[in-house]
């Protein structure tokens, strides 16, 4: 008997949702990448903003070999190109691209040098990395080579002495203190930093990878965390000049100093800066969080063990970006409660607006009130002239009447037959009136 044909994979299961494939290669998104020591890294993070995809793509496409890189290639945010003697990786994030080069170490540029130049031994083509599209957030040179571990006070005087004798930070790295990290977070006039990566000759090329890649992080996440911090700077006399506005327009609702129009205009122009402040900063500092956070995260990777002598990355970031990330924490909730305030002031001013309309909707309904009983009274008068002027000219007819039967020869005395109608014309005419009224308001 011949086996059941196997059920193509494609129907073993239910259709895929639309993001399967793309949420499922997130993981695989950037990976890390492998390298050699010695070695030199370049790189460079810069703003992305108003920046095309296409705009990256055509600078790409300068490098030798990549006339035919299509926008197409850039749509998963990271590409790594291999070039003769070097690489490149592009990644493209929400709000900075970055750009790395890996490329040998040159030669002169080891422990054994003061301050090396190495911009002359860059191998991008001339002008290509001024050109790259964007605004510079983070430049940094990166460079890991092999050395001896065993006497860490020897090892940071020589990087030091490297770094160009400036005063530095330095830490192992590893549960086991596999490589050491020094670094001075200066800017040199070529507009790079430099950190510089010790390791033991038995280093692999993936671990090497991710020392880089946290290394890179940490200081591109500390300068995206500190772009929250001017504008803080810039809100800090927006946010006192409003409070002391608020605090004004409370005095005033307190004192009934002011009308409640004039109140309710000035505090509508408050809530409009208020809010105008808070839809451009929210952004801002829900970014600054969690760039904080990935710093905190990045620094933990690297599990730092101190040097005798120096601090380490994360002691000197955190003692410098903590007092920034408070502030900044501080004026959001600054923001939030005085947009909370606000409110609170409008409502109070509603609850004036509403108690000084009921007053004066009651001094109307009153005023209504009187003009019905005045109507009222005025109805009666009018009905009780009415009822006299019906009964004249019902009284004048009979008159005629009896006028005329006295011209016929009847017995009547004309006048006394009038006068003698009288009250009986007047109690028909009020009755007749009287259930008039008692038709017209009969429920329908």
Same mark, same amino acid.
């Given at each position: 008997?011949? #086996? ?45 903003? =108003? ?56 030669? =002169? ?98 671990? #090497? ?69 808070? #839809? ?124 005329? =039967?006295?011209?016929? =020869? ?35």
């Amino acid at each position: 008997m011949n #086996a059941a044909p196997s059920t193509p994979p494609a129907q073993q299961l239910p259709a895929d949702d639309d993001h399967r494939v793309v949420l499922h290669n997130e993981v695989h998104a950037r990976p890390s990448a492998y390298i050699r020591l010695p070695v030199l890294v370049v790189y460079v993070a810069v703003l992305n903003d =108003g920046v095309t995809r296409e705009q990256e793509c055509a600078h790409l496409r300068q490098l030798p070999g990549q006339t035919g890189l299509s926008a197409e290639q850039l749509q998963d945010h990271f590409l790594r190109l291999h070039l003769p003697g070097y690489t490149l990786k592009w990644e493209r994030h929400t709000e900075f691209s970055r750009y790395s080069v890996v490329q040998p170490l040159p030669e =002169g540029v080891d422990l054994g040098a003061s301050d090396p130049d190495l911009m002359t031994h860059i191998v991008l083509p001339p002008g290509w990395l001024a050109g790259i599209p964007g605004k510079t957030l983070a430049a940094i040179k990166l460079v890991m080579l092999h050395g001896d571990l065993s006497q860490p006070e020897q090892l940071l005087s020589q990087a030091r002495h490297w770094l160009g004798e400036h005063p530095v930070v330095a830490s192992r790295m590893g549960n086991q203190g596999h490589s050491v990290v020094v670094t001075d977070f200066r800017l040199r006039d070529s507009g790079f930093e430099r950190m510089l990566v010790i390791a033991p000759p038995d280093t692999t090329e993936t671990r #090497a990878g991710r020392i880089s890649q946290r290394l890179l992080e940490v200081e591109t996440y500390r300068l995206m965390a500190l772009k929250g911090f001017p504008v803080v700077k810039q809100l800090g006399p927006v946010l006192a000049e409003a409070e002391a506005q608020l605090a004004h327009i409370t005095a005033q609702l307190e004192n009934k100093t002011a009308s409640e129009q004039e109140l309710l205009d000035t505090l509508v122009s408050l809530a409009a800066r208020v809010e105008r402040a808070t #839809a451009e900063s929210t952004y801002r500092f829900s970014a600054t969080r969690a760039y904080y956070t990935l710093v905190g995260q990045r620094l933990a990777e690297l599990r730092e063990q101190a040097i005798p002598g120096t601090q380490t990355m994360g002691e000197f970031l955190q003692r410098r970006l903590s007092p920034a990330m408070a502030t900044v924490a501080a004026t959001a909730q600054r923001l939030t409660s005085l947009s909370e305030r606000v409110s609170r002031a409008s409502a109070l001013l509603r609850t004036r607006v509403d108690i000084a309309t009921e007053g004066q909707n009651q001094q109307l309904l009153e005023k209504l009130t009187r003009g019905q009983e005045l109507q009222l009274r005025l109805q009666s008068t009018v009905e009780g002239l009415s009822i006299a002027a019906i009964s004249y000219y019902v009284v004048s007819l009979l008159l005629y009447l009896a006028k005329a =039967g006295k011209a016929a =020869g009847l017995p009547i005395h004309p006048e006394m037959a009038a006068g003698v109608s009288i009250p009986l014309v007047l109690w028909a005419v009020w009755r007749t009136t009287r259930r008039i009224h008692a038709k017209l308001q009969m429920p329908h």
